[in-house]
């Protein structure tokens, strides 16, 4: 059986990230990844949009990671010709039940270390959004887009170099923990066993699954999954938008916000809704739900200029109900098994934070 020192399960943007740090920092790195690419699931079905950290409860994870994220991401991108854009974002109210949530922001957002918000006045936000219809409304200046596909190739570039190996149409099927490692079977063209000192599951929507199919991670550790999935509708004329637009939300998404990709395409969404499995159909019957919702702060759509875009699927281990989760790291001292970071629940602002995960990740491992 062939040996090897680290094993990273799933090469989305966050497992790539973790190979790239676990590989400059002298591991031997091979990344098994179940499809024919790196990056076709969450990591390619996401707003990217750099977050500043402002909504997350004080002391998560979620908050503690996404503000040095955001600003490791930047000085990144800036570093390794990564495209994104400091855009901004403005947070608006349309009408004055909403102030409330609005001013909540600001405070939770400070209590993030997220210094920079800033009230706009009204003439302010007539001048900066002509287009969004609002009575109150901060501005993000720390928000940002970027390619998010860039992102992982340099991500996987930088690992590359340092020894990584990224072994694709490899899906992990079962393991078992053994007193001196933890075997893998990966299936695929070329089926292997391997033993691996370190393993880390990074497998996404999957995560919880491919913990189950390890025998010896104790299965009371393994949290259930749940699958949110969130369609995105694009503007086919062009955007009345100057930055992104993010109306008050609903405590568990973030509502039919306004996106602006890099190459200036206007795209609105996710919506939110719970689904038994990963299937990432757009139902196009949800048209009519985002015009109304968008219309509350954009009320000059136009019928018809609304497209079917894409989908993407939260990778939720709370369910219907239960409060959101925030990102969960299990390492030995919650299963017992050395060696083994398994990661649950990293849905946003899971690629903002992807740099800081790395490091948090990397400091879990013995
Ligand atoms: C609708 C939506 C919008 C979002 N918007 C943003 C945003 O704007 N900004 C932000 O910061 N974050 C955002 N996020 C979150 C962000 O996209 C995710 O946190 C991030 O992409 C997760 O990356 P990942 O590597 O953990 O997962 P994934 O990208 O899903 O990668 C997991 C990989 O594991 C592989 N895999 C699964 N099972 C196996 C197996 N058995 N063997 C081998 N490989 C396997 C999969 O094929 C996949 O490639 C959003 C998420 C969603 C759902």
């Known amino acids: 059986m062939e040996t090897i020192d680290c094993a990273v399960i799933g090469a989305g943007v966050v497992g790539l990230a973790i190979a790239r740090k ?24 996401n707003s990217e949009v750099i977050h500043a950290g402002i909504y997350y409860a004080s002391g998560s994870l979620k908050a503690q990671l996404c503000v040095p994220g955001r600003k490791a991401l930047y000085q990144y991108c800036a570093e390794h010709g990564v495209n994104h854009q400091r855009i901004g974002k403005v947070i608006v ?13 600001k405070a939770q957002a400070e209590a993030n270390g997220v210094d920079d918000l800033r009230m706009l006045t009204p003439a302010e936000l007539a001048e900066m ?13 720390s928000t940002g887009i970027i390619d998010s596909h860039g992102l992982m190739l340099s991500y996987l570039g930088e690992a590359e170099d340092k020894g990584a190996m990224l072994a694709l149409s490899s899906p992990v099927l079962s ?19 391997v033993k691996c000192r370190t393993v880390i599951i990074s497998a996404g ?17 393994i949290p259930p999954s749940y699958y949110a999935i969130g369609h995105y509708y694009t503007l086919t ?35 939110f809704e719970w689904i038994d499995r990963v299937d990432y159909q757009f139902d196009e019957r949800r048209e009519a739900s985002f015009y109304k919702a968008i219309r509350h702060y954009y009320p000059s759509l136009q019928d ?8 993407g699927i939260r990778p939720r281990i709370t369910g219907p109900g239960e409060p959101v989760q925030d990102f969960t790291f299990h390492d030995t001292q919650v299963h017992g098994v050395n060696g ?27």
Request: proline share 7%; charged share 20%; glycine share 10%.
């Open 237 to 271: 004329t062009k955007s009345p938008f100057n930055r992104l637009i993010y109306p008050v939300a609903r405590p568990d998404w973030l509502g039919v916000h306004v996106t602006i990709d890099l190459g200036g395409r206007v795209k609105f969404g996710p919506d």
């Open 205 to 221: 929507l999957k995560a919880p699954e491919v913990a189950r199919s390890i025998a010896g991670i104790p299965a009371a550790t």
């Open 175 to 193: 393991g078992k923990v053994e007193s001196d490692g933890i075997v893998l079977d990966v299936g695929g063209a070329e089926p292997m066993t």
């Open 129 to 141: 959004e002509p287009a969004v219809r609002c009575v109150a409304g901060f501005l993000s200046p």
């Open 93 to 105: 109210a349309c009408d004055d039940s909403e102030v409330a949530g609005l001013k909540k922001y």
């Open 304 to 311: 018809g200029t609304l497209q079917p875009g894409y989908t």
């Open 22 to 45: 676990l590989s400059r920092s002298g591991r031997e790195v091979v990344i098994l990844e179940a499809e024919d690419a790196f990056g076709t699931h969450t990591s390619a079905r």
């Open 340 to 366: 083994l970071v398994a990661l649950y629940g990293i849905e946003s602002p899971g690629l903002t934070s992807s740099l800081a995960i790395a490091d948090y990740v990397a400091a879990r491992i013995n």
